[in-house]
């Protein structure tokens, strides 16, 4: 099947969302912490297994663990301004890439 062509316009709009979904993918360690939190969170307010006899601290930890990753670690080495940076860059390459090849200029 032939996908009908998009005007520019929504070609860039595409783009950006498929570099904001790849951003939000690389924050992957963080989002594993929200998991295993959230599954400790229920089994303590279910009072299922061991974990009911738990003190909140622990049941919240991965919780803290994911806030201090998210709004401490990264920004003091920079990972997120680096993950920006690089993808941002691969979107411009792709975007010039594409303009060049409507043009039918060789990419330089």
């Not at 070609?11 to 690389?26: A, D, N, S």
């Amino acid at each position: 099947m032939v996908q009908p062509e998009l005007p520019p316009i929504y070609e860039i709009e595409l783009e950006l969302f498929k570099l904001y979904i790849v951003l939000i993918g690389q924050r992957g360690t963080t989002v594993w912490f929200i998991g295993v939190g959230t599954v400790l969170l229920l089994m303590k307010w279910f009072e299922l297994g061991p974990v009911a006899r738990l003190s909140w601290w622990i049941v919240l930890a991965p919780f803290i663990v994911g806030l201090l990753w998210f709004e401490v670690i990264e920004p003091i080495f920079g990972f997120d301004k680096k993950k920006a940076h690089s993808e941002m860059e691969k979107f411009k390459k792709e975007r010039l890439r594409k303009q060049l090849e409507r043009t039918n200029r060789p990419p330089r």
